[in-house]
């Protein structure tokens, strides 16, 4: 299993931007599907955005798309989400996951996931 570490979060006002950041501990990230996942005080963890193996398919809920943005470096064994134009309702633990599974799956299907990363705050607010 990949041990994850996330960082990069923090307190934001709406209409801000942050990049988080998913480090994974060995190589064989490369063969992972890697996803942001986030649970909002009171809810229920969500998955966010997904992204493939090679960063060539990814997936966005319908509530971030357009504002962020999920890439990989492979290189780096990191993960990144970078979060624009954030709403209060943005606020919650972020969590990065790891899955050998389709991108789809990761996101959907939270019994998919291999490993999760311990969380960064992510809280806007004014």
């Known amino acids: 299993q990949l041990q994850l570490v996330e960082s990069g979060g923090g307190l934001v006002q709406p209409g801000g931007s942050l990049r988080l950041s998913c480090t994974a501990s060995k190589s064989t990230f490369q063969y992972y599907a890697m996803g942001w996942f986030r649970q909002a005080p009171g809810k229920e963890r969500e998955g966010v955005s997904c992204i493939s193996t090679s960063g060539g398919d990814t997936y966005y809920t319908d509530s971030v798309k357009g504002r962020f943005t999920v890439s990989r470096d492979n290189a780096k064994n990191t993960v990144y989400l970078q979060v624009n134009r954030l709403k209060p309702e943005d606020t919650g633990d972020y969590y990065c996951?790891?899955?050998?599974?389709?991108?789809?799956?990761?996101?959907?299907?939270?019994?998919?996931?291999?490993?999760w990363g311990q969380g960064t705050q992510v809280t806007v607010s004014s």
């Open positions: 996951a790891a899955g050998l599974t389709t991108v789809q799956r990761l996101c959907a299907l939270q019994e998919t996931i291999a490993s």
